[in-house]
């Protein structure tokens, strides 16, 4: 790997080492949770980069629909990809600090259900890349699926506000104001950086794996020719 | 005695770095496979042009 290529996975991993020194030895325990309120800073980051992902997804759709150019496509693909795996981390850390913290693994309610079901989209736009031939038509068909499954991202954000939930409301981004002591949120706000920068590195080694496969894709139709 | 909620809190750990050195992994192993397919079509094709020029 040359030494560009390696600069964002070291700075994330240098950013993901600082980020769990901070969960562990400088964020103070929460009094009524216990030691399990550190899933937070996983949890949260993690559910802000799917958002950001699908956000990613939609704009670049919506580029490959009006200008027809197949980077776009790629661009979403490994943005829904890497979207994919925050989402996975999000449904999975919730329900484990969900059993301690409410007693139950899961509950359906509109946080919750709405996460799920953007989970579910974005497990359909992968199927539906995998199972179907790529080029034009493919990337138009994923384009509509992925600006479909960007529109839910606001329904799961404002689920906690527009209906009653057993999901706490936002700490952060809480209109009443800020909720989290400081050493909380800055220990929030480096494993965010941290999460990001895992997010960019692997987006850009997606795209690095579809650039070689589009050469060896011309390479092997030249030799066919 | 210590904290009853250590389980869940290495848990969902233990889950989430499972899943994003998964990730890892695959993106690294797609690499590859791509980077020695592409590699072997190109000596392949490098070996064909040789040939051609030898037999003129």
Redesign the interface.
Known sequence: MNTRGSTLPLAALAAVTGALALMFLYAPTEGL????Q??FY??VP?AWISFLAFFVVAVASVLLLSKRDLRYDRIAAAAA??GL?FT??MM??GP??G??VWGVWWVWDARLTSSLVLWLIYVGYLLFRTTTPPGQRRARLSAVIGIVGAVNVPVVYFSVFWWRTLHPLPTVLNPEGQLLPAEMRVTLYLSLLAFLL?FAS?VV??L??ED??V??TA??EA?RA | MPDPALPFLFAGFAVAWLVLGGYLVYLWRSQRDVASRLSELERRTAGEDRSAQDDR
Do not use: N
């Open positions: 949770q216990g030691e399990v550190r899933i996983i949890h993690a990809e890497a795996v996975t981390i999975t850390t484990i600090w059993r301690r895992v692997f080694l997606r690095r794996i070689t496969r050469r060896l390479l092997e030799l």
